[in-house]
């Protein structure tokens, strides 16, 4: 299975539920199952601020107790949309063999960097899964712990 190793917080966000879209700097061609493994990185400056410490207190999470260098989710790489934006606080991303613009509202704007030109990954079909252990690599790469 495909793999992207994600720094914290925003990899537990992905495992909960509470962020769809990783953002990215790069495209990728490859749709299907994709691991989220959390990387050994915690920024905990950016866990103490709205809505990251709220979101992540609610599901009893703090930066001192993120689980680090392990796989916390699988999910499906539904699309790689290109990010636009709409004005000065709107966003959106934009399939672009169609041209559909799926709006990006509430804290998946905070919890991504929507940067016009950068890709938004949609994930869907998220499965929280107990830790395993792995050691995360930049890019797209395979892990065999499936």
Not at 101 to 108: F, K, L, R, T, V
Request: aromatic letters at 8%; charged letters at 25%; glycine letters at 6%.
């Amino acid at each position: 299975m495909k793999a992207i190793t994600i720094h914290q917080p925003w990899a537990t966000l992905i495992a909960l539920g509470e962020k769809r879209f990783e953002t990215r700097s790069w495209s990728t061609k490859y749709r299907g199952s994709i691991a989220i493994h959390a990387a050994k990185k915690v920024d905990k400056e950016i866990c103490l601020l709205e809505p990251f410490r709220s979101v992540l207190a609610k599901h009893e999470y703090t930066a001192d107790n993120l689980p680090t260098g392990v796989v916390v989710a699988t999910a499906k790489l539904e699309e790689c949309l290109k990010i636009v934006t709409l004005g000065t606080d709107k966003v959106a991303a934009i399939r672009e063999a169609d041209e559909v613009m799926i709006p990006i509202e509430g804290n998946e704007i905070s919890f991504g960097w929507f940067e016009r030109g950068r890709f938004a990954w949609q994930l869907t079909e998220v499965k929280r899964i107990a830790p395993v252990p792995a050691i995360g690599k930049q890019g797209l790469w395979n892990w065999e712990g499936e």
